[in-house]
């Protein structure tokens, strides 16, 4: 009596690698721009931010400019996610973030961003600790309007700037 092989294929067994695994040279390059600070984004933080950043992308609400890394969203629909609505047009931005802090390039960045979008509500949060990013916001016109938190125990705040 012969006993019968199986036909197995010998192919190498793959993990695939959460956040998508062909990460353009642009993502990687934002990516270890947030890596310089690791006081405000924790290692947690970089579990999902190669998926994120390509998502951003995609949508081309990444702005990447002389070091600088702005990212946003537009909202389509009514949200009430704070003590007040998000309305459709309204534009919440993620991430600001400089590779060179001090050089006046994120201001730039943030200025010609704020003037395009001159006639739409601005919202942001941001940690509470973070003072020299509030101190940026308030002299950029922001004003705070809530608390908000970072997970369980990071306490931050939420800005907005009103439209012109």
Same mark, same amino acid.
């Given at each position: 009596?012969?006993?019968?092989? &199986?036909?197995?294929?010998?192919? &190498? ?20 721009? +947030? ?28 702005? %990447? ?16 996610? %704070?003590? +007040? ?56 016109? +922001? ?22």
């Amino acid at each position: 009596m012969k006993t019968r092989r &199986k036909n197995r294929s010998r192919r &190498k067994k793959t993990r695939k690698v959460r956040g998508g695994g062909n990460k353009s040279k642009k993502v990687k390059d934002i990516v270890k721009i +947030f890596q310089q600070y690791p006081d405000i984004f924790p290692r947690g933080y970089f579990r999902f931010l190669t998926g994120t950043l390509d998502k951003h992308e995609k949508n081309g609400t990444l702005i %990447y400019r002389n070091g600088v890394v702005l990212t946003y969203t537009k909202y389509k629909v009514s949200v009430n996610k %704070y003590k +007040f609505k998000i309305k459709p047009g309204d534009i919440k931005i993620n991430q600001l973030v400089n590779k060179n802090q001090g050089n006046g390039k994120a201001k730039k960045v943030f200025k010609a961003f704020m003037k395009k979008h001159r006639k739409t509500n601005l919202i942001l949060d941001v940690r509470s600790n973070n003072k020299k990013a509030i101190r940026f916001y308030r002299k950029n016109g +922001f004003k705070k309007v809530d608390k908000t938190s970072f997970g369980k125990d990071m306490k931050g705040i939420v800005m907005v700037r009103k439209a012109d």
